[in-house]
């Protein structure tokens, strides 16, 4: 093996090793509450029985988020991540990016706002939204529970444009800090190194500090 | 006399984690959660300002970026809190014993490896464990009813079912176990090992030298100066249950006053 091959594997181990910290989170509430359902069912009220399926259903989700991104960044690195951005109903891309971003909007209580000015956009739908939800849960990760987030998506002369703000200054100069520092740590993140792949493939463009409500702005 | 607890701290800033802990926990009745924390400021002014004493911490590593192993310099004031890490990281293990630390599990948890973990509070300094620890890893050591243990009888081991013992004498230092279908035989140990391990929901003890299977008992009388007569299942001679014991078994089973 190669000193360049050794000084790879490295890395990839400590990407990996990300991944792996990332996914067993999910599984911690998968396991636990259907183990907690499975022993205790008949004792459980159906209000119990419910809230557990509520958490299952949710940390499914997350664990959805991160096996797809696993599986996109494995494709990437090997060069066999195909991103074909089509034009496609903006409602649709609204309702993706949202299905993704349930489990944190839940979990914090926040009361969501979405807004949408544009017919279509222009995206890939399999990765793109993908992308934006890391990206949005990690903004969600450091907000304050129980706030207000808007999530508006534009038309800007013919580009798309999703403005992600919220409502108080204080929760956007909390959550901006930690964001700006999650994003310039990409060499040892893969959910980063494919926010960017992704980014690049739709031409995108981030700002994060166009005022003191907007989280990030992007335009595509 | 209040009932001894083990004040109990989640830090953990998974909400999904936690809730899964909290219903873990409801299983140790002595395990009572005196605050939870899900950042690394709002677990630090916890620990600060509870006057109660700290019986378990329950740690993540990671608090939304913050390192929790910084917290337990704030406990070195309160030397007898045990330390559970619950986290995803792997890396911290071999640092996460340099303290008081009890544990150290790797999510996903399961309610066994839980168990596990808890069994070992009040292990890690036994001159500090308090009662109440110590009642807790009695408790998550118990046998259950289901359980089997191997014996050695007559030179020979045999697994035994714990339903199967009908009853259990002590001896000095032996114990003579019987078993429902008239099985006898003599194990080296004190009685009280044998309470420390049955399930307490299935075996009684009614004298300082018998305990029982609750579920093979047939009737109990009323002896002289308050003691009582037990007629088990598969027994032709009823046993006595002291003064101290049938006052416990009336109390415990709510038996009315007409015995």
Redesign the interface.
Known sequence: MSDQSVSKASIDYTLL?QF???T??????????S??LI?QFDQLSAAQQLDYLS?IN??AIRSYVHTQTFIAWVKCISNNLKILPVTVDSGEFMAALLKLIQPEMS?KEIDLQTQIMAKTTTSDLSVLPLAIANLLNHCL??ATAGIQINLDLLNNEGKAQLIASCTNPETKAMVQP?VK?WLDSASQNPVIQLFYVVLNAHQATITMDDDERTFFKLIW | MSKPVINTIIVEDDAASVALLTEFLKSFPLINIIGKASRYKEAADLIGTLSTEIDLLILDIDLEGANSLDLIKLLREKPKTDILFVTSFTEFAVKAFEYNTIDYIVKPISFERLSKALSRIGSVDESTASGAKQEVVKDVNRLAFSNMILMNINNEMKFIKISDINFIEAKGNYTNVALQDGTKFVTYGLIKVWEDKLPLEDFFRIHRSTIVNLHNVLKIEKGTYDTGILYLKGESNPFEVSRNYFSIIKNKFKLTSTL
Not at chain 1, 24 to 33: C, S
């Open positions: 090793s792996a910290h990332d067993r989170g999910p599984f911690n509430g998968l396991l636990g509450f183990e907690l022993k958490i949710q940390q979990t990760k450091y930690e520092r």
